[in-house]
């Protein structure tokens, strides 16, 4: 008999101490990320996978002749792009990802009254930048040294957000479209210019491109509501987002 009560005592201590301790590993356990961690993975990807998609390696500042190509007008037209923009001589727009300035140094001279934030996270990049701004005597772009989960930008700062084939290599798009809606202004616009995934004839790799239900899905998750994609380039979607009103 008292072997028994020893062992009954027992039993209900040690059922009090894994309750206490599956209590403590609930309280303390990290809430679940947005993002998962695959060990296999593509090799132009870096195994992060965000709502199913595979975020890309991102190109290095030793790439950067490929973003100044002579080719690049031809084969992307971004004049167009830029005259669809309807932009006012008073807006100012975050270039997010902007490398050596290619876009950002194009839309410049359109902003008289305006300016350009030239925001990346590689210096090198942005120290080609400001060699060209000097170069070209362009004085309303303005660099600014974001990190992967920081656009650097103040709230309301912004009327439009551009990303150019940059949004698809985001190690942290959430946070990063987070502080991109944080930073506009109240009727800011977003456009988003990626490849077009849907189709596998345009000869960019899988993870460089995005179909537009992906990226739809993936603005509206930071309160960003499609408002009309433009046809007008000859291998990427062109998408305007703006932030919805709560």
């Not at 965000?50 to 100044?68: D, N, S, V």
């Not at 194009?106 to 305006?114: E, K, S, V």
């Not at 030239?118 to 090198?124: F, L, M, N």
């Not at 974001?146 to 985001?170: C, G, I, K, Q, R």
Request: charged share 20%; hydrophobic share 40%; glycine share 6%.
């Amino acid at each position: 008999m008292m072997i028994y009560r020893v062992w009954h005592f027992l039993a209900i201590v040690g059922l009090i101490i894994g309750c206490w301790l599956v209590d403590t590993a609930a309280t303390t356990a990290s809430p679940s990320s947005v993002y998962e961690q695959r060990a296999i993975h593509s090799p132009d990807g870096i195994g992060k996978y965000y709502m199913g998609r595979e975020i890309a390696k991102f190109m290095g500042h030793t790439g950067a002749g490929w973003l100044e190509r002579p080719s690049r007008e031809v084969e992307e037209q971004p004049s167009k792009l830029i005259n669809s923009l309807n932009l006012k001589s008073d807006d100012v727009v975050a270039d997010i990802g902007a490398g050596t300035g290619y876009i950002s140094l194009q839309i410049a001279p359109l902003l008289t009254d305006g300016k350009v934030f030239a925001v990346d996270i590689q210096p090198e990049m942005l120290e080609i930048l400001e060699f060209f701004t000097q170069e070209k005597n362009i004085t309303n772009v303005e660099p600014i040294l974001a990190t992967p989960d920081n656009p650097h930008l103040l709230p309301a700062s912004v009327d439009l957000a551009l990303m150019v084939d940059a949004y698809h290599e985001f190690e942290y798009p959430q946070e990063v479209m987070q502080g991109i809606v944080k930073a506009l202004k109240p009727g800011g616009r977003v456009a988003l210019v990626e490849y077009r995934g849907e189709n596998p004839f345009i000869m960019i790799k899988r993870l460089h491109k995005m179909t537009q239900k992906q990226v739809k899905e993936e603005m509206a998750t930071v309160g960003l509501t499609w408002r009309e994609t433009k046809n007008i380039l000859p291998q990427q979607h062109l998408m305007i987002f703006e932030k919805s009103h709560l």
